[in-house]
C-alpha cells in the first residue's frame, strides 16, 4: 500500500512551523505469527480502514520527530530524517502486522518565509563563490579548450591521415578481394557450365543411343511387316491379278479374232449391199433416162398438149400452195344482200382463173376444148 502522511504547521524544536509531505510503502508481513497478528488487528476491515490506521500512526511519529530536529537538521538532511521516522515508527506499525519498505520526505516548505531566509545569505555567498569559480572556470576553459582544439586538430588530421591511409588500403584489399572473388565466381560459373554440357552431352548421346536402338527395332518390324505385306499381296493380289489378266487377255484375243471376223463379215456386207445398191441407182437411173427419153420424144411428138398435160399435172399442186393459207380459217362468210350476187363473184372467178394460168404458165387454157366448153357454159 502507498501512503502519503501529512503534517501541517508543526513546529521544530526553533519554534519554526513547518509542514512536511512524506511517501511510504507499506505491506502486511507474511510470517505466519505476524500474519496472524495482522489477521486479529484488521480483520473485518477493508484496505481504506487499515490505510487510514496506518496512517495515523505514521503521522502521529513524523510529528513527534519534528518536535526534536532544528529546520537545517531536517531540511538540509531529508534522507536522515527520513530514516529516522522509519526507526521510530517500525516497531509500533510492526505490532500490528505491517512492515515498512520504505519512506522518503517528498516536500518542506513553512508559510513565513523561514526556509527561504534562510537560504539568502547562504545563496549569497555561493552565488559569489560560484561566480568566481564561473570565470576561473570559464578562464581555464578557454585554455583547456584552445588546447584541446589544437590536440583534437591534430589527433583528427592523424586521425584523418590513418583514415584515408586505412581506406585506400582498404579498397585496394577490397579490389583485390573482389577481382580474386570474380576469377574464382568465373572459374566456378565455367566449370559449372562445362560440367553441364558434359552431362547434356551424356545425355543426349544416351537418348540418341536409345533413338537409334528404337529406330533399328522400328526397321526390323517395318522390314518384317514388308514381308508380310508382300507375302500378303503375292497371295492375294499378284497371283489372282496374274490369273485375272491372263483370262483377260485370252478373251481380249478372242474378242479381236471376234471383232477381225465381224469387221471382215460387215464389210464384205457392206460390199455386196454397195455392189447392189449401184446396180439398184445404175438400173433405175437407165429405166429414168428411158422414161425422160420416152417422154421427151412424146412431148416433142404431141407438142402443145404434152405441155397443157404438164400444166394441168401441176395445177393441184398450185391450187395447194395457194390454198395453204386458208388452211388456218375454220369458216369464210361471205356478205351480200342476195344470192344471186354471191353466184356472179364465184363465176366472176372461175372466169378469170384461165386468165390467171396463162399469166403464170404460159399456157392458154380457154384453147382446150373441155376448159371452153366449162368456161361458155358458165358464161
Do not use: W
Not at 160 to 184: C, Y
Not at 304 to 325: G, R, S
Not at 326 to 344: A, F, Q
Amino acid at each position: 500500500m502507498t501512503l502519503q502522511p501529512r503534517c501541517e504547521d508543526v513546529e521544530t524544536a526553533e519554534g519554526v512551523a513547518l509542514t512536511v509531505t512524506g511517501v511510504a510503502q507499506v505491506k502486511i508481513m507474511t510470517e505466519k505469527e505476524l500474519l496472524a497478528v495482522a489477521c486479529e488487528q484488521f480483520l473485518g476491515k477493508n484496505v481504506q480502514d487499515i490505510k487510514n490506521v496506518v496512517l495515523q500512526t505514521l503521522e502521529g511519529h513524523l510529528r513527534s520527530i519534528l518536535g526534536t530536529l532544528t529546520v537545517e537538521q531536517i531540511y538540509q538532511d531529508r534522507d536522515q530524517f527520513a530514516k529516522l521516522v522509519r526507526e521510530v515508527a517500525a516497531p509500533d506499525v510492526g505490532r500490528m502486522g505491517i512492515e515498512i519498505l520504505s519512506f522518503t520526505i517528498k516536500d518542506v516548505y513553512d508559510k513565513v518565509d523561514y526556509l527561504s531566509s534562510l537560504g539568502k545569505t547562504q545563496t549569497a555567498v555561493v552565488q559569489r563563490d560560484a561566480d568566481i569559480g564561473v570565470a576561473e572556470a570559464e578562464r581555464d576553459a578557454g585554455i583547456r579548450e584552445a588546447e584541446c582544439k589544437k590536440e583534437m586538430l591534430d589527433v583528427k588530421f592523424m586521425a584523418d591521415t590513418k583514415i584515408a591511409d586505412s581506406k585506400r588500403a582498404f579498397e585496394l584489399q577490397k579490389s583485390a578481394f573482389s577481382e580474386e572473388v570474380n576469377i574464382k565466381t568465373a572459374e566456378a560459373q565455367l566449370a559449372y557450365e562445362l560440367q553441364g554440357a558434359r552431362e547434356q552431352q551424356k545425355i543426349r548421346q544416351e537418348e540418341i543411343e536409345i533413338e537409334v536402338v528404337q529406330r533399328k527395332k522400328q526397321i526390323a518390324v517395318e522390314a518384317q511387316e514388308i514381308l508380310r505385306t508382300d507375302k500378303e499381296l503375292i497371295a492375294t493380289v499378284r497371283r489372282p491379278a496374274e490369273a485375272e489378266a491372263h483370262r483377260i487377255q485370252q478373251i481380249a484375243e478372242g474378242e479381236k479374232v471376234k471383232q477381225v471376223l465381224l469387221a471382215q463379215a460387215e464389210a464384205e456386207k457392206i460390199r455386196k449391199l454397195g455392189e447392189a445398191e449401184a446396180a439398184v441407182i445404175e438400173a433405175m437411173g437407165t429405166a429414168e433416162a428411158e422414161r425422160m427419153k420416152l417422154k421427151a420424144e412424146a412431148y416433142q411428138k404431141y407438142g402443145d398438149a404434152a405441155k397443157m398435160a404438164l400444166v394441168l399435172e401441176a395445177l393441184p399442186q398450185i391450187a395447194a400452195k395457194i390454198a395453204a393459207p386458208l388452211t388456218k380459217v375454220d369458216e369464210i362468210v361471205v356478205l351480200s344482200g342476195d344470192n344471186s350476187k354471191v353466184t356472179s363473184e364465184v363465176n366472176r372467178l372461175l372466169a378469170e382463173l384461165p386468165a390467171s394460168v396463162h399469166a403464170l404458165t404460159g399456157v392458154d387454157l380457154s384453147k382446150i376444148p373441155l376448159i371452153k366448153k366449162a368456161t361458155g357454159a358458165q358464161a
